[in-house]
T-cell receptor, first 110, second 114 residues
Framework: EDKVVQSPLSLVVHEGDTVTLNCSYEVTNFRSLLWYKQEKKAPTFLFML????IEKKSGRLSSILDKKELFSILNITATQTGDSAVYLCAVEGGTYKYIFGTGTRLKVLA | DAGVIQSPRHEVTEMGQEVTLRCKPISGHDYLFWYRQTMMRGLELLIYFNNNVPIDDSGMPEDRFSAKMPNASFSTLKIQPSEPRDSAVYFC????????????FGPGTRLTVL
């Protein structure tokens, strides 16, 4: 059965800290891996990764994929209270068949 | 564009009642997805449509659930009869056919079945 596992389940840090969120997956027909940020409402898209070893960056956020070891990490540097959210990892395992992890809940304290 | 629109935003109903959730995708998007989110199981894909045609409904939990997309601007997810274990947030999302893989999610409908 296809699955996506995220760790840690939750994390509390202080502003300015750097955090690393993990996503491992087992899917039979990998096409892409996506990261989303979910605050109180709907998930919003952060990154899509398809190739190993190529880092994607957006401001203080960056992500990389390792297709050999079947995982991805999401890094957030110099965290701010506005980064507090649930971060979701999803894998497309077959055409448009998205499998989501249960998320990492990040809380950044001022 | 107003984004993906869902209604109602909140629904409280009693067990056994029929529930209909509605979604208007972003204009021009070819794909529409229905998801369910619970604390225990996270975000689960229920069904998706391409050009109004259901493509994969393997995530629909059981026959009590049905979804339709009569035209490019409207879709419904119906639960009949509803049960307390159906309580969840139901999201609709849409996307264009391109290589970005970005789905745009609606605000969700929080369903509570008593």
């Amino acid at each position: 059965e296809d699955k996506v596992v995220q760790s840690p389940l939750s994390l509390v840090v202080h502003e300015g800290d750097t955090v690393t969120l993990n996503c491992s997956y087992e899917v039979t027909n990998f096409r892409s891996l996506l990261w989303y940020k979910q605050e109180k409402k709907a998930p919003t898209f952060l990154f899509m990764l398809t190739s190993s070893g190529i880092e994607k960056k957006s401001g203080r956020l960056s992500s990389i994929l390792d297709k050999k070891e079947l995982f991805s990490i999401l890094n957030i540097t110099a965290t701010q209270t506005g980064d507090s959210a649930v971060y979701l990892c999803a894998v497309e395992g077959g055409t448009y068949k998205y499998i989501f992890g249960t998320g990492t809940r990040l809380k950044v304290l001022a | 564009d107003a984004g993906v629109i869902q209604s109602p935003r909140h629904e409280v109903t009693e067990m056994g009642q029929e529930v209909t959730l509605r979604c208007k995708p972003i204009s021009g998007h070819d794909y529409l997805f229905w998801y369910r989110q619970t604390m225990m199981r996270g975000l689960e894909l229920l069904i998706y449509f391409n050009n109004n045609v259901p493509i994969d409904d393997s995530g629909m939990p059981e026959d009590r659930f049905s979804a339709k997309m009569p035209n490019a601007s409207f879709s419904t997810l119906k639960i009949q009869p509803s049960e307390p274990r159906d309580s969840a947030v139901y999201f609709c999302a849409s996307r264009e056919w391109d290589s970005s893989d970005e789905q745009f999610f609606g605000p969700g409908t929080r369903l509570t079945v008593l």
